[in-house]
Nanobody, 125 residues
Framework: QLTFVESGGGLVQPGGSLKLSCAAS????????IGWFRQGPGMEREGVAC????????HYKDSVKGRFFISRDNAKNTAYLEMDSLNPEDTAVYSC??????????????????WGQGTPVTVSS
């Protein structure tokens, strides 16, 4: 079964940084585009960023552009989301997902087939 294990979440003060990891098991990450999604309290899940199989294409949600950076290391079968200048509106459970298709600008969750369980991020003073 294709699964991910996310890690790196936690409590951080406003203005702080976190780096999330998404380790794939039972499949080769290099065959998939990867997306990061988040679901805040009382909110619907939204796409945050995606990256193509060979890292040539990335897309970001407007509100995180310039603050979040998605990357991947196919040799380690792991993807990352580095988050800087965090603010309380970034508080959410963050999940990674795999898409056998493409990383597209709308970062539509319906296009992603395989999901991790998520890691919580809380931004609070």
């Amino acid at each position: 079964q294709l699964t991910f294990v996310e890690s790196g979440g936690g409590l951080v003060q406003p203005g702080g940084s976190l780096k999330l990891s998404c380790a794939a098991s039972a499949f080769n990450l290099k065959d998939y585009a990867i997306g990061w999604f988040r679901q805040g309290p009382g909110m619907e899940r939204e796409g945050v960023a995606c990256i193509s199989e060979l890292s040539s294409i990335t897309h970001y949600k407007d509100s995180v552009k310039g603050r979040f950076f998605i990357s991947r290391d196919n040799a380690k079968n792991t993807a990352y989301l580095e988050m800087d200048s965090l603010n309380p509106e970034d508080t959410a459970v963050y999940s990674c997902a795999a898409n056998v298709g493409h990383c597209t600008g709308d970062i539509d969750e319906s296009e992603y087939e395989y999901w991790g369980q998520g890691t919580p991020v809380t931004v609070s003073s």
